[in-house]
């Protein structure tokens, strides 16, 4: 079974310019959740996909981000324009959906480490 | 409000020694509990979850992670240390749903870098 992936691995862009991350997650999870990592601090929920709906976005820090999933599949993460402090590692996780209440582990991939300069 | 608290940014720990990773939490409501792992260049892999029942946890690789709802702490532990241990381990808890949703977002420590040395 492929795992969750995301597109670019890497990603180094200057100040004011448009990026976009891409995820693909495992086939058949339902949620698709985006996190990030700044350097040396902890990992923060940005938002939530179950199917195509975004579940909870509060994590989003600003109207520069704009998370899609269309169809439902594979999700991208759009940043415009890009600040300094857009900087870190973007990690995407997916997970099934079960029935009443489920506890499964997400499923992360291998994160999108974005730079801007 | 749901948090993680790692207190210590760096453990070392000699080959064949035993390790802890320290964990403790906030939350509103059962704590739902994971550790996950970062290798270099790869990314979060589950290790282990609570849920409920046994206090005492196994997971993958020989690690394990003790729940005390005393201390609310979710200490990983491994009784001897391998230097492929080494990685960086974060630990993270489940919130609760969000608008029916039965899957809540994580909320992650800020990782412990462990080093393991030959």
């Known amino acids: 079974e492929a795992g969750v992936t995301q597109f670019p691995s890497h990603s180094v862009i200057e100040k004011g310019q448009t990026v976009t991350l891409r995820c693909d997650p495992i086939?058949?999870?339902?949620?698709l959740y985006w996190y990030r990592r700044v350097m040396g601090k902890e990992i923060k929920f940005l938002l939530h996909?179950?199917?195509?709906?975004?579940?909870?976005e509060s994590g989003m820090p600003n109207n520069r981000f704009l998370a899609e999933r269309t169809g439902g599949t594979y999700s991208t993460l759009k940043v415009q324009p890009a600040e300094l402090e857009d900087s870190g590692v973007y990690f995407c996780?997916?997970?099934?959906?079960?029935?009443?209440?489920?506890?499964?582990?997400?499923?992360f991939g291998p994160g999108t480490r974005l730079t801007v300069t | 409000a749901q948090s993680v608290a790692q207190p210590e940014d760096q453990v070392n720990v000699a080959e064949g020694n035993p390790l802890t990773v320290k964990c403790t939490y906030s939350?509103?409501?059962?704590?739902?509990l994971f550790w996950y792992v970062q290798y270099p260049n790869r990314g979060l892999q589950f290790l282990l979850k609570?849920?409920?029942?046994?206090?005492l946890v196994k997971g993958s690789y020989g690690f394990e992670a003790e729940f005390n709802k005393s201390q609310t702490s979710f200490h990983l532990k491994k009784p001897s240390a391998l230097v492929s241990d080494s990685a960086l381990y974060f630990c993270?808890?489940?919130?609760?749903?969000?608008?029916?949703?039965?899957?809540?977002?994580?909320?992650f420590g800020r990782g412990t870098q462990l080093t393991v040395w030959p």
């Open positions: 996909f179950v199917k195509e709906s975004k579940q909870d």
């Open positions: 996780a997916s997970s099934p959906i079960g029935v009443g209440y489920q506890d499964y582990e997400q499923y």
């Open positions: 609570y849920i409920t029942g046994d206090n």
């Open positions: 086939s058949g999870h339902d949620n």
């Open positions: 993270a808890v489940r919130g609760l749903p969000f608008r029916g949703s039965t899957l809540g977002r994580l909320y």
């Open positions: 939350v509103s409501g059962n704590p739902y």
